[in-house]
């Protein structure tokens, strides 16, 4: 299905999580303003998006006059939307109230056509039983299309959770990733959201994917396990979570009735750690994988070695997972680089004899 263009010709590396999404084994008050206790100097790092959000006649007359620390309002959004698909602005009931990082992400997917998508990700999902939150579509879409960028981990302090204000910069890199498509990532974007249809879950399966899908939309932070405020490496965070952080949270923090066992299968923090920890008769193939199983992924695919597990998420069923890595906690098909190097899956919920099976 060909779509309407956008201001300009709107790529991105959607198969590979980037090499920062590996685990910890291997005039405003807004975050962007100056931080006399940062552990970096106080630098710029959307000058290049900044630049050619601009240069399209977008957000700001010159990029003296950007406002990059400032809040995004509604109002603004409203005229950037309706720039980006050359149709009348929306009146906002409150111009001048903030946008959020999940509002601007909503708008952006409709402007971008792919709000059917989106609905389709989050009916399937509550199809299914479990309980997502309303942002869950369109947050699988943006995330999939990399309208996010990762801060490095010394820069985690900038990382912004869901219902957080986002400001300009942040909206800059989004409108800039949208300006630069090559013209099939909708497409991709569609497609995917089609062959979302998960399986039938049990209660447990339930239980633990009820506790991953809260966090769709949280940052990617380096060594974080916690949607709460922390400094794992003595960066203050918001909240987020790393690749293997973001299952510890699932499996090792969060509370189960009846689920003591289950805390305790796994007993390291990182990828290297967790993927070793099942013996090699125990490791589920591509093709046995459960909702709720952990997946590991490593540069030789099954041949890989615990030591060189880079990454891991959840597996959701029907060939998707949930996961922490360069889009924050987010929604995936196993495809592309994925499928790949996917090493071998583990299954908690059976390790703690919860479910049947190996």
């Not at 809040?71 to 959004?77: D, R, T």
């Not at 409150?94 to 909503?106: E, G």
């Not at 447990?204 to 405020?229: C, D, H, I, M």
Request: charged share 15%; aromatic share 8%; with cysteine.
């Amino acid at each position: 299905m060909r779509r309407p263009a956008l201001l300009a010709a709107c790529c991105l590396l959607l198969a590979a999580p980037p090499a920062f999404a590996t685990t910890m084994g291997g005039g405003s008050t807004s975050p962007y303003a100056h931080r006399q206790d940062s552990v970096v100097p106080p630098k710029s790092w959307d000058k290049t998006e900044i630049r050619l959000v601009v240069a399209h006649g977008l957000m700001a007359h010159s990029v003296a006059a950007f406002r990059a620390n400032d809040v995004l309002n509604q109002g603004e959004l409203a005229t950037l939307v309706a720039a980006l698909t050359q149709q009348p602005a929306d009146t906002p009931a409150d111009p001048s109230a903030a946008v959020t990082v999940t509002q601007l992400d909503a708008r952006l997917v409709k402007a971008l056509q792919l709000s059917d998508a989106a609905s389709t990700v989050l009916s399937g999902a509550r199809a299914a039983g479990l309980s997502v939150p309303s942002r869950f579509g369109t947050e699988t879409m943006a995330r999939m299309l990399g309208l996010r960028t990762n801060h490095p981990a010394k820069d985690d302090d900038l990382e912004l959770l869901p219902n957080d204000p986002v400001t300009r910069a942040e909206t800059a890199y989004s409108v800039a990733k949208i300006l630069r498509f090559g013209g099939w990532e909708q497409q991709y974007a569609e497609d995917a959201a089609a062959t979302f249809v998960l399986p039938t879950l049990s209660t447990w399966q339930k239980r633990v994917l009820n506790t991953a899908v809260k966090f769709v939309g949280f940052p990617y932070v380096w060594g974080g396990t916690s949607e709460k405020p922390e400094a794992p490496f003595g960066v203050q965070a918001r909240g987020g979570f790393d690749c293997s952080g973001f299952v510890w949270r699932v499996y090792k923090l969060q509370t189960y009735s009846g689920g003591a066992a289950l805390n305790a299968t796994i007993k390291g923090r990182t990828t290297y750690q967790m993927s070793g920890e099942v013996p090699r008769a125990k490791r589920i193939a591509y093709a046995k994988l459960a909702p709720g199983d952990l997946l590991f992924f490593g540069p030789k695919g099954p041949k890989s070695k615990p030591s060189s597990i880079g990454h891991t998420g959840i597996y959701l069923g029907a060939g998707w997972m949930i996961h922490s890595s360069g889009q924050g906690v987010a929604v995936v098909p196993l495809t592309g680089w994925y499928r790949q190097s996917f090493a071998w899956g583990r299954r908690p919920l059976a390790e703690a004899g919860l479910i049947q099976g190996q």
